[in-house]
T-cell receptor, first 112, second 113 residues
């Protein structure tokens, strides 16, 4: 079946530093890739979606490029803010049931 | 704009008791609907998928069942709760058709004692 592997957390950064969360996936089908963010006590929110290989998604200063050859989709932000503290999930949509397979999540804590 | 409402917000239930969780979508007709489960501190796992009224597909067997009695309503239930049912239950919707973005509701926190 499909699988998603992402950077283990927690990740602790100071405000203004850069963030990279690695994400790699395995699937036999053509995937659509997403990054979601989840704040405590809430449902996940879509950060962005990238449906095509070698395209970039971005939102709120976060970005990721879908690298089909490397089967990777790393999340990056040049300068994190305290308000970015949350859990970030890489997810892969494919196949029957419109099944969304999530990575384990990466908890980010940004200190002022 | 579409809104998704889940009820109740939280529940504390005894092992062996029944459970019914609900989800309503407003502002979108004929959505695809999904139930997910998230263990505390864990990732999300898809449980059920529905493309239309009366049609529900089970993705994972967790001694739970789901029904879609109306176009905008999705119900998750069981007759007998287990300790392992504790967690965060999330309803999601997407446009009809495949490969579209899923949008999540606020969730229901369940604690089984």
């Amino acid at each position: 079946g499909d699988s998603v592997t992402q950077t283990e957390g927690p990740v602790t950064l100071s405000e203004g530093t850069s963030l990279t969360v690695n994400c790699s996936y395995e699937t036999k089908q053509y995937p659509t890739l997403f990054w979601y963010v989840q704040y405590p006590g809430e449902g996940p929110q879509l950060l962005f979606k990238v449906p095509k290989a070698n395209e970039k998604g971005s939102n709120r200063g976060f970005e990721a490029t879908y690298n089909k050859e490397a089967t990777s989709f790393h999340l990056q932000k040049a300068s994190v803010q305290e308000s970015d503290s949350a859990v970030y999930y890489c997810a892969l949509l494919s196949g029957s049931f419109n099944k969304l397979t999530f990575g384990a999540g990466t908890r980010l804590a940004v200190c002022p | 704009a579409q809104t998704i409402h889940q009820w109740p917000v939280a529940e504390i239930k005894a092992v062996g008791s029944p459970l019914s969780l609900g989800c309503t979508i407003k502002g979108k007709s004929s959505p695809n609907l999904y139930w997910y489960w998230q263990a505390t501190g864990g990732t999300l796992q898809q449980l059920f998928y529905s493309i239309t009224v009366g049609q529900v597909e089970s993705v994972v067997q967790l001694n739970l069942s789901a029904s879609r009695p109306k176009d905008d309503q999705f119900i998750l239930s069981t007759e007998k709760l287990l300790l392992s049912h504790s967690g965060f239950y999330l309803c999601a919707w997407s446009l009809e058709g495949a490969q579209d973005t899923q949008y999540f509701g606020p969730g229901t926190r369940l604690l089984v004692l």
